[in-house]
């Protein structure tokens, strides 16, 4: 497993942009496929996006398509979430989430989970 550790997070406006960082541990990075997701208060945790771990493909929900990048650094063992356009809705706490070998989508299938970072959107 690798250890994860997320960045960035914090108070912006609608419409703005905030990019959030997610640091691994350990010399297998690049083995593994990776993805953000988030938690709203009272809301079940749910899928943002997901980069395959050659950083080739890349997967969004429908509710940030178009608005958030995901990207990876496999030599700096960093993954990004390239937030724009921000909604009063994508307000929640953000995880950064790691999965060896294929991609996912399902938060079941990651093994390592980092702490979290907020981010709040204000109308």
């Known amino acids: 497993q690798v250890q994860l550790v997320e960045s960035g997070g914090g108070l912006v406006q609608a419409g703005g942009s905030l990019g959030l960082s997610c640091a691994a541990s350990?010399?297998?990075?690049?083995?593994?496929?990776m993805g953000w997701f988030r938690q709203a208060p009272g809301k079940e945790r749910e899928f943002v996006a997901a980069?395959?771990?050659?950083?080739?493909?890349?997967y969004y929900a429908d509710s940030v398509k178009g608005r958030f990048t995901i990207s990876r650094n496999n030599a700096r063992n960093t993954v990004y979430l390239q937030m724009n356009s921000l909604k009063p809705e994508d307000t929640a706490v953000y995880y950064c989430?790691?999965?060896?070998?294929?991609?996912?989508?399902?938060?079941?299938?990651?093994?390592?989970w980092g702490q979290g970072t907020q981010v709040t959107v204000s109308s």
């Open positions: 980069i395959s771990y050659t950083g080739r493909s890349t």
């Open positions: 989430a790691a999965r060896a070998g294929t991609t996912a989508t399902q938060a079941s299938l990651f093994e390592s």
């Open positions: 350990g010399r297998t990075f690049s083995s593994y496929a």
